[in-house]
């Protein structure tokens, strides 16, 4: 099951996060890459054309699951597997704090 996001920073589509048979991707978006003002999604996460790679989900992206008693309420409320941290960027992020969204490519398309 490759699960695909949106990565939306200040409410523009920024790329895109896609769990993979070895791991997680990020591209940017080019369209968002030609623009003058884009900023990058994190210090780690610079803008670039060619997309990143890693096995683990990327620390910014992980970093913005809630933690203690926010995060066992949405275990407990999504029914979502506490280790399946893209479930959990996917059901707790899409109207998170700060700058980024996430926004699972199926919530898109209803």
């Not at 780690?44 to 926010?70: A, M």
Request: glycine share 6%.
């Amino acid at each position: 099951m490759n699960r695909k996001a949106n990565v939306f920073l200040h409410d523009k589509l920024a790329g895109v996060l896609a769990e993979t048979d070895s791991g997680y991707a990020f591209s940017y978006d080019l369209s968002y890459v030609s623009e003058d003002e884009a900023h990058d999604i994190s210090k780690t996460l610079k803008v670039n054309t060619k997309p990143y790679q890693s096995k683990v989900l990327f620390p910014f992206f992980d970093g913005l699951i809630p933690e203690g008693w926010l995060l066992d309420i949405a275990i407990d409320n999504w029914k979502i597997n506490g280790r399946d941290r893209f479930g959990l960027l996917l059901a707790c992020c899409k109207n998170s704090i700060g700058a980024v969204s996430i926004i699972a490519q199926e919530d898109e398309e209803l």
